[in-house]
Every structure is written in structure tokens, then in C-alpha cells.
């Protein structure tokens, strides 16, 4: 990783043991990694090389085709984004008045 915090495209192949140019090449073609630009050139920070991980997980344990890899990231990133919306649905909850909370409590027993 360089002193910008990104990793270029061999740092990256050489951060993630399982994965070579090919498979790579792969995955941005499947458009499950989304790299991002600096000054003309494709650098990867921390969370894609965690994603190419995963992906390379995914590819090596269940040998998905590129259709199902980019399905099963699909439904991944939106279980993520849900719980986001939850987290901040229970942050703004737990500043209501303890009558409000109540209220939801009682009715979410229901």
C-alpha cells in the first residue's frame, strides 16, 4: 500500500495470496469490484482488497460463474446496507422519549 492509503493493481494482486491478473480481470469485468480513480489509474483501498478476498472465497470454496458471484455480492452489500439503516434506526430510537420506546416496544411484541 502506498503512502495515499491505495493499493495498486500488482500490490494488490500481491496482498491477496489467491488472486492473479486473471482472476482480477475477472472480477472487474463481472463489475463486483468497483476500484477507484487516481490521476488515470485504477487504486484499490482497504475494503476492496477485504472484497477481492471474499470474492476469492466465494470463487474457490463454491465455484460460482460470474453471474452468481455478482448475485451473491448483490444481496451481501444489501444485507450490509440494511443493517446501516438499522443501526441508525436504533441510534434515533434510543434518543425518543421512554413513552415512544414503550410504545414500539409493544408493539413490535405483537
Known amino acids: 500500500m502506498t503512502a495515499t492509503g491505495f493499493y495498486s493493481e500488482e500490490e494488490v494482486i500481491a496482498a491477496v495470496g489467491r488472486l492473479d491478473r486473471p482472476r482480477l480481470v475477472r472480477f472487474l469485468r463481472a463489475e463486483v469490484i468497483h476500484p477507484a480513480d487516481a490521476e488515470g489509474r485504477q487504486v484499490y483501498r482497504q475494503v476492496d482488497v ?24 448483490g444481496l451481501i452489500d444489501q444485507l ?31
Open 50 to 73: 477485504a472484497r477481492i478476498e471474499l470474492l476469492c472465497d466465494l470463487c474457490d470454496d463454491f465455484d460460482l460463474g460470474d453471474e452468481a458471484l455478482a448475485m451473491v455480492m
Open 80 to 110: 450490509h446496507g440494511t443493517r446501516g439503516d438499522l443501526a441508525a434506526l436504533m441510534r434515533a430510537l434510543g434518543d425518543e422519549p421512554e413513552e415512544v420506546r414503550g410504545r414500539i416496544v409493544r408493539r413490535l411484541q405483537r
